[in-house]
């Protein structure tokens, strides 16, 4: 038996440019509801002087989203030597109906929206927010034996990936229809 029993992700923290303007888009683009806030001129696990301001929004099913302002800090900037479609915050939602509805609604706000992209046992939506994080909307379409297969073939696609840093073929099946979905555009 393992000595640390996880209960789930307490909170995901990232950074944002503004604290007011990052918790109303997350409320009007994504539903999000801001429920609290802490504010301090040290940072409490280090000491060091570094005002912030950090805000959390309820993201659902008992996780939270978290942001820090940091006005004394450089400009916000992202790691240049990883791709942006990379990093990113996945949300769920509960059909392939409310992940359309989701993509309409973003679109009215004027943002754009990538997608829908067909993951084999999911379909994404993919867009920015004013932080240039990307964020993604998933709705599962799996099987239960597509996720059973996925979990039988995970140990030896991450043996083979150590050993050959080529994509494993195991569960080639996932991405089929998007790339031919990519071959009919290109």
């Not at 000595?3 to 789930?8: C, E």
């Not at 990052?22 to 509801?33: D, F, P």
């Not at 990093?87 to 409310?98: C, K, N, P, T």
Request: charged share 25%.
């Amino acid at each position: 038996m393992h000595p640390i029993k996880l209960g789930g992700v307490h909170h995901a923290a990232y950074r944002c440019k503004d604290a007011k303007e990052t918790v109303e888009w997350y409320e009007k683009v994504l539903g999000m509801e801001y429920v609290s806030a802490f504010s301090e001129d040290h940072v409490p696990s280090t000491g060091e002087y570094d005002p912030y301001m950090h805000v959390f929004l309820d993201a659902g099913n008992g996780n939270v989203l978290a942001f820090f302002e940091l006005p004394q800090q450089k400009d916000m900037g992202r790691d240049e030597n990883t791709p942006a479609w990379v990093q990113h915050l996945a949300f769920r939602v509960g059909s392939e109906d409310e992940l359309l509805a989701a993509k309409k609604h973003i679109e009215s706000l004027d943002i754009d929206v990538l997608g829908p992209t067909h993951h084999g046992i999911f379909k994404s939506i993919y867009f920015f927010d004013p932080n240039g994080h990307r964020v993604e909307l998933a709705a599962d379409i799996g099987t239960d034996e597509q996720y059973a297969e996925l979990k039988r073939v995970a140990m030896p696609m991450l043996e083979e990936w150590s050993q050959t840093k080529k994509a494993p073929r195991h569960a080639d099946w996932l991405h089929e229809i998007a790339r031919a979905e990519h071959a009919a555009k290109g």
